[in-house]
């Protein structure tokens, strides 16, 4: 009978441990009141809630991007700037539940949808309205095999657009930019990735 009761105990102690260490689901503020113009098409609107307690991963990204634009954009989180490496979030049109139209995608020279138990995204919605789109995700800002994004410090971002299936963006259709989610400091780069032209699965490039 002890043992059962010091085991039951031990049961409660590594539970509210595991509680303490990967903590609660943080909720997005009401309003994003930070925003980042990608370019003249394009912004980028978000807010950082940071992990609650200290250390715990539980750290959110809210993003709502918007842009002048009828088919599918993406946004992407790299280590380099280039697109091999790097995994996106991608809003394509046409399904008939918005909640599975915002994906998040493995990068190589082509997207590739990430499994099932890697589809953490919340909050997710996208809208073509007056001929431009609204994509909207929570993401959490640390996640196992994925680029880490800094609550303050600088990230480097993709952004790409294309037509109504997901391929090729064209060669004006995709950037990469610098974003301190601290600070209003950005490092634009238009078209800074190595192409591989004529390469059948090329869709970023």
């Given amino acids: 009978m002890m043992r059962k009761l010091l085991m039951s105990q031990a049961a409660i102690l590594l539970a509210i441990g595991a509680s303490a260490v990967t903590g609660s689901v943080l909720s997005c503020p009401d309003t994003l009141d930070k925003s980042h113009e990608i370019d003249s098409r394009a ?48 809003g394509l049109a046409g399904s008939e539940d918005n909640n599975t139209s915002v994906r998040k995608y493995d990068l190589t020279y082509a997207a590739t949808e990430m499994s099932a138990d890697k589809q953490t995204l919340r909050d997710t919605r996208y809208v073509i309205e007056d001929g431009k789109i609204i994509m909207a995700f929570t993401k959490l800002l640390v996640e196992e095999g994925e680029v880490p994004i800094s609550e303050d410090g600088k990230n480097i971002l993709l952004y790409a657009r294309g037509g109504d299936t997901l391929g090729w963006h064209g060669i004006d259709g995709r950037m990469s930019f610098e974003l301190d989610f601290g600070s209003a400091d950005v490092d634009v780069k238009v078209g800074d990735e190595v192409c591989i032209t004529n390469y059948i699965m090329d869709q970023f490039c």
């Fill in 43 to 90: 912004t980028l609107f978000y807010a950082i809630v940071p992990s609650d307690p200290p250390g715990s991963g539980n750290g959110i990204l809210c993003g709502r991007l918007e842009a002048e634009h009828e088919g599918w954009v993406s946004l992407g989180f790299s280590n380099d700037g280039q697109m091999a490496g790097s995994d996106a979030i991608i």
